[in-house]
């Protein structure tokens, strides 16, 4: 079995045994008068720190770990009620005849095309459908339903606006104002 760190130095001759015993009288010392007084020795102090300090690294690493869950969940949680409410408010593009148009929208930094027909196009255009991006799939929906889904996931909605903001005086082309049926 190992040694003491005492007993090597002891044995190798950097201390004394005079020393020696005068060390562990004075620890003896220390831990009796720590043991009147109601405190603990110098070692097990210092073993109770430790202990207190795992304890607390734990319990922040916990916290952390539960934090991380809790997002998780509440991911999976507005995905799924996003998913529900797209299905049940989902307006199914026409395709069938020969008026279908591809209808450009961009969503984040894509330019996407959905085929519409021309009087759904004509709906979009004026802010009455609203497509909404999930899951990789493009869906036509109802504005209410596009406002609602706004507060869940704001970068897959794409809904027309109008800007409120008042002309640039300086505006070279403001008297050339952009039809709402523009093709590109």
């Keep these: 079995m190992a040694k003491s760190l005492q007993e090597q130095l002891l044995d190798s ?21 720590a043991r009147r007084e109601g405190q603990r020795p110098d070692d097990e102090q210092a073993l109770q720190q430790q202990i207190a300090a795992g304890e607390a690294a734990k319990r922040e690493r916990d916290d952390r770990l539960n934090a991380e869950q809790k997002a998780r969940r509440e991911a999976r949680e507005i995905d799924h009620a996003v998913s529900q409410i797209i299905t049940r408010n989902r307006i199914e593009a026409d395709r069938s005849g020969a008026e279908t148009v591809a209808y450009s929208y961009t969503i984040g930094h894509k330019i996407r095309r959905i085929e519409v027909s021309d009087r759904q196009r004509r709906d979009l255009a004026a802010g009455r459908l ?15 339903v596009a406002e609602r889904l706004m507060e869940k996931i704001p970068e897959q909605v794409w809904l027309v606006t109008r800007d409120d903001d008042p ?7 403001a008297e050339f104002p952009i039809p709402d049926d523009l093709m590109w």
Excluded: C, F, M, W
Excluded at 13 to 33: D, I, L, M
Excluded at 130 to 144: F, G, N
């Design 13 to 33: 001759g950097a201390a004394r045994p005079k020393q020696a015993k005068k060390a562990r009288r004075e620890k003896t010392a220390r831990n009796k008068q």
């Design 130 to 144: 609203a497509i909404v991006r999930h899951r990789d799939d493009s869906a036509l929906v109802p504005r209410p």
């Design 167 to 173: 002309a640039d005086p300086d505006d070279p082309y």
